[in-house]
């Protein structure tokens, strides 16, 4: 923007100095083509002042109001954000109360939660640095605890009442 706001001037002076010329040449008597030749230049300059000016006022309103629409969305990512924290806080709380209302251990616990998140029994014991068998008995339990027959349907549980119908 300052760019265009220094050509502008620039084109200006350059007209100004122009008539200058032009009203220089007219004293001395120079050659009607030759002032009608600068004339020619001097309203070129002015076109093209005008036209820069206006461009420039247009883009500079178009910053503004893309600028405006930005904050507003800024606004509402932020808004939405955190809603979704606390939704996903919300959400952690009711399988924390659920995970201890089925009587789950820490470890049956955090296992759960990882088969959850759809983690494989080799990465779940990965993670929490035992052997993958371990991992499948106490996902065996955690189903057998939670009356589901199996990791789909212990996942579908906690999706069940987001879904509607």
Do not use: C
């Not at 503004?64 to 806080?89: E, P, T, V, Y």
């Not at 057998?144 to 009442?161: I, L, Y």
């Amino acid at each position: 923007m300052k760019k265009d706001v220094a050509i502008i001037v620039l084109l200006l002076l350059i007209t100004l100095f122009k008539l200058f010329d032009i009203i220089a040449d007219l004293q001395l008597e120079i050659p009607a083509w030759h002032i009608a030749q600068e004339s020619i230049l001097v309203l070129l300059t002015i076109v093209g002042s005008i036209y820069l000016g206006y461009d420039l006022i247009r883009s500079s309103r178009q910053v503004k109001a893309l600028g405006f629409k930005l904050a507003n969305a800024d606004k509402q990512i932020n808004n939405m954000s955190s809603k979704m924290r606390a939704a996903r806080q919300e959400y952690s709380q009711t399988i924390a109360i659920q995970f201890d209302t089925w009587g789950f251990t820490k470890s049956e616990q955090q296992v759960a939660l990882l088969l959850l998140k759809g983690l494989s029994f080799k990465e779940i014991a990965e993670v929490r640095l035992t052997k993958e068998k371990t991992v499948r008995q106490q996902a065996s339990t955690i189903y057998s605890k939670a009356e589901v027959d199996g990791r789909h349907t212990f996942s579908a549980w906690f999706m069940e009442d987001f879904i509607q119908d």
